[in-house]
């Protein structure tokens, strides 16, 4: 079977667990020849389960289990599954999606931050909109529990109607041994999993199988919680956190040593290069040489051990792609 299908899987195991009833599918197994006598006894014994052979049967194993569903009453589910398995996120000009920014201003290591900060913020709101965002909720200076509670609001928006979302904090993050954070206005933390698993598909099943993109502080930074440590809980991310594509923004130097130079700032980058190669090229391109761009200039003036590529969790698709309307 292919890693593809095997991650569809494992997506949706749990859920065709609890529906599923194996003597109701016996017949349907039987005829599809997935699995041998003795496999199919082993699996009505207890002794195999059906989610753990699967995967194991040969390349047309999932092709055969999608018509086991579709001849008992999951069509609606087996359609899902096989739209989880295109390679493509495909957004629509005519119905993009919804954005939030967070800015927390007040949280910069200077002046010179300050107005970096409010400067992206800018940029990638006239960006955003160029590609068929509505105007974003805009934030500014929220303290944790502000923070918390204004993107639970925005993931419990009805985006049945929308092909995706994008959420952008613009503030200090740091790494700590077991999880990244973010500051607040007030320099009390949020662990980024604690804001991840608010987009989970379970919590926000209108944004099920559509990406989520995340443009958050650089963790590049180590914070020293010995004073507080205790207080500083563990957050696990939520096994059902799918379809998410979180980019940094660079270091705070880059964006000292970039306004000291007079050099455009990354939103302002962005904002061109999506303005100019959305429909052209998919999302993690553009944003790849955006960030190529940006950091080209000022390559060999600061350390840039810290810059990353996207990073993805879960059930993620290859590309993300801008369709006109």
Not at 20 to 30: E, F, M, T, Y
Not at 155 to 167: G, H, N, P, T
Not at 175 to 200: A, G, P, Q
Not at 282 to 311: H, M, P, Q, T
Request: contains cysteine.
């Amino acid at each position: 079977m292919d890693n593809k299908h095997r991650i569809i899987l494992k997506k949706y195991r749990n859920e065709l667990e609890e529906k599923l009833n194996l003597n109701d599918i016996k017949r349907s197994l039987i005829n599809s020849k997935i699995f041998t006598n003795r496999m199919l006894n082993d699996i009505w014994n207890g002794e195999a389960l059906l989610f753990e052979e699967l995967p194991t049967r040969g390349p047309d194993a999932f092709s055969k289990f999608i018509e086991v569903l579709c001849e008992n009453g999951f069509s609606s589910k087996a359609d899902e599954m096989l739209l989880a398995g295109a390679t493509d996120y495909n957004i629509s000009l005519n119905q993009p999606g919804y954005c939030i920014i967070i800015n927390n201003e007040l949280h910069c290591e200077t002046d010179l931050l300050k107005y970096a900060h409010d400067m992206e913020a800018k940029e990638l709101d006239l960006a955003l909109k160029t590609i068929g965002y509505p105007h974003p909720d805009f934030k500014t200076n929220l303290c944790s529990c502000d923070i918390i509670s204004v993107l639970t609001k925005f993931s419990q928006r009805d985006f049945s109607k929308a092909d995706s979302c994008i959420v952008i904090i613009l503030s200090n993050g740091a790494k700590t041994m077991s999880n990244n954070v973010i500051f607040d206005n007030n320099r009390e933390c949020i662990l980024l999993n604690e804001i991840l698993n608010l987009f989970c598909d379970s919590k926000c099943p209108s944004l099920k199988d559509k990406p989520k993109i995340f443009f958050l502080p650089s963790f590049d930074r180590t914070y020293d919680f010995s004073n507080g440590v205790d207080s500083l809980r563990n957050i696990e991310l939520l096994s059902d956190v799918n379809d998410v594509f979180i980019w940094n923004f660079p270091s705070v130097e880059a964006y000292l040593f970039s306004k000291e130079s007079n050099c455009q700032f990354f939103g302002e980058v962005l904002s061109e290069h999506l303005k100019d190669g959305f429909l052209k090229h998919d999302f993690e391109k553009v944003v790849c040489c955006a960030y190529d761009e940006f950091l080209g200039k000022i390559y060999n003036e600061i350390d840039l051990r810290s810059v990353s590529v996207c990073r993805k969790l879960g059930f993620v698709k290859e590309k993300i792609i801008f369709s006109p309307p």
